[in-house]
DNA sequence: TTGTAGGCGTTATCAG
DNA sequence: CTGATAACGCCTACAA
């Protein structure tokens, strides 16, 4: 079923059909109606890849996910199904790559093989390979996340650092005088990934100015190491009357360390961070925090590539998002 | 950068290239090392639609997910990442499409605008219309989930009814009496989705079987909701010792329910179900558990759908898989 | 072992 | 307002 039978059947050329289906010049009303006719009928859809090798785009978005290997976190998920959802809106599709380096076979096929207009990386590192290799191919992209020095590129990012720091000060405001800062993986940390390293900044300058006493802490991605990670800076540190997070993972097992202390949150310890609205609602008590705008950024994301395909010279924008603080249950004046 | 190019420079046609390239002639050992070094000069890769629309098959799969407002599970999500995992390793890209009903465009993209060789369709209704759609376009496809009346199709499933059943028997070779099964939400019930029919159905008949008193309860698929469930199942019938759950979503709800009412499992009370194993895992104690093999499903839904996209008129296969239960520390003899 | 040429289904240019 | 016809880039008989 292609455009010629239609075409046939309608007693038009296969041109009028086209230009009949996509407004681009003017149809009589009536051949118009017709030709409708006959494709309601026939249950026609043009061929995408026929259209993509003639129109010279695809009408389709790579999506760069982190690998399987890595358990994706609550708004990364949430990311990736609004992604989906904001390309939809525009009719476009998405393909999945799930690669972490850029030796990656699927990686290489969407850069490489023209599958698609334009690509959205997600969780980029500080130097990251894949960038280079995007900006080095040409092909429109955005990323979530910047790199150290993005000059001119695009992406749309959270502020981790100002967001960490009006943690830090909130709990510094109720008195707390001694604070931490649960981070991500060390190995993260390691391979330079943004979110860690701004908000250990934010968290280490905004302490300083307030005098805090304070410690960065890094914790692997599950509830196990979030439980281990919790105890050891009681041990530590029993000081302690309060923490800022990133680290979504690890949450449940905090969770489970604040029971087993019999810590009572607020009273006898504040926690609060940059975390998925979702999961800070599902915390007991429920956790004020930063709630990271996954399906804006998506929606953001999806807009900046569009612009940048559409105009391939357009300068490069960015978004740094600053979300509110939504004030809920897990901070309150330090009794300790 | 195209295969005229790579042949004009290489000095042969444009079909020595593509032989090359496929392989599927002979071509002398000289000019094969000299077409190689002109792509790997020009760093060349063929047009993915341009090769589509020549072989007729796009090398790419669609993977029908739930909705974004769906909240996606756990397993849900292990399974998305396992399929594109599994897909790349046969050299294959996944078409993401979000969406429930039939009448959604990404979803008639996919199955009419030749986009993909196959689709993957999870978290389908015992009666499903994109089943049809699909059955009716002549597109091959596999299922996750089995409708009704199966007859002859692909698919891949959990048997969902056997596995409560063993749920229940090993709760009833512990001594317990009377249990409940937390169930998927009332409106997945009333909309006909299979595992939770089916677990019903699995329940009632195995705990009937050995004379329990068991009720079987709807919960949404959210913490609050496994809270709510979880308090008012003590409230109603307070004799309850044990519970089979397939709800991951409302665990965490239940954690804090059993916390609240201090019952200690599996002392006080045992809970077990079909669950992914590092949900399993993180439950505190780790539940015991059938653990729904995710990647596996996933890799045999790609293994039937190649199957079925090279050769159109094999016959239908399926896979009903039937993991084992894995013993961990959540249920125990009856002491209430 | 290699080259020529037609076709895959659209879009878009150029005439009418 | 509408028809021919040439791309788009690749694959694959058919010839040599």
């Known amino acids: 079923m292609?455009?010629?039978?239609?075409?046939?059947?309608?007693?038009?050329?296969?041109?009028?059909?086209?230009?009949?289906?996509s407004g681009k010049r003017p149809v009589s009303a009536a051949t118009v109606r017709r030709i409708n006719d006959v494709i309601a009928e026939l249950g026609y859809r043009p061929n995408a890849s026929a259209r993509a090798l003639?129109?010279?785009?695809?009408?389709?978005f790579g999506l760069v996910i982190p690998p399987a290997s890595t358990r994706l976190t609550d708004v990364q998920l949430e990311f990736v199904a609004s992604v989906v959802e904001a390309a939809a809106v525009h009719?476009?599709?998405?393909l999945l790559s799930p690669s972490g380096g850029d030796h990656d076979r699927s990686f290489e096929r969407i850069v490489t093989g023209r599958r698609v207009d334009g690509v959205?990386?997600?969780e980029i590192l500080l130097a990251d390979p894949r960038v280079d290799r995007l900006s080095q191919a040409g092909l429109p992209f955005v990323t979530i996340g910047h790199v150290e020095?993005?000059?001119?590129?695009?992406?749309?990012?959270?502020?981790?650092?100002g967001l960490i720091s009006r943690c830090v000060r909130h709990l510094a405001d109720l008195g707390h005088q001694h604070v931490v800062l649960i981070n991500?993986?060390?190995?993260?940390?390691?391979?330079?990934?943004?979110?860690?390293l701004r908000s250990t900044a934010g968290f280490l300058e905004?302490?300083?100015?307030?005098?805090?006493?304070?410690?960065?802490?890094?914790?692997a991605d599950d509830p196990a190491a979030g439980l281990a990670c919790f105890e050891q800076i009681r041990e530590r540190w029993p000081g302690v009357t309060a923490a800022v997070t990133i680290n979504e993972a690890a949450l449940p097992g905090v969770q489970r360390a604040l029971h087993r202390a019999a810590l009572d949150v607020p009273r006898a310890f504040s926690l609060t961070g940059v975390i998925a609205d979702r999961l800070a609602e599902d915390f007991y008590p429920p956790l004020t925090a930063a709630d990271v705008p996954a399906r804006q950024m998506a929606r953001l994301a999806v807009d900046l590539l569009l612009e940048q395909i559409n105009d391939p010279s357009a300068t490069p924008r960015h978004a740094l998002l600053e979300p509110a603080i939504t004030l809920r249950s897990?901070?309150?004046?330090r009794h300790g």
Chains 1, 2 share one sequence.
């Open 120 to 122: 959205i990386l997600m």
């Open 91 to 94: 009719d476009h599709d998405v």
């Open 54 to 60: 003639a129109e010279g785009r695809t009408r389709t």
């Open 330 to 333: 897990s901070t309150g004046a």
């Open 184 to 196: 991500r993986s060390d190995e993260l940390v390691a391979a330079g990934y943004g979110p860690a």
């Open 206 to 219: 905004a302490a300083g100015q307030r005098g805090l006493t304070a410690h960065n802490v890094c914790c």
């Open 2 to 21: 292609n455009i010629g039978e239609i075409a046939k059947r309608a007693g038009v050329s296969r041109s009028t059909v086209s230009y009949a289906l």
């Open 149 to 161: 020095h993005p000059g001119a590129s695009w992406w749309v990012d959270v502020d981790y650092a």
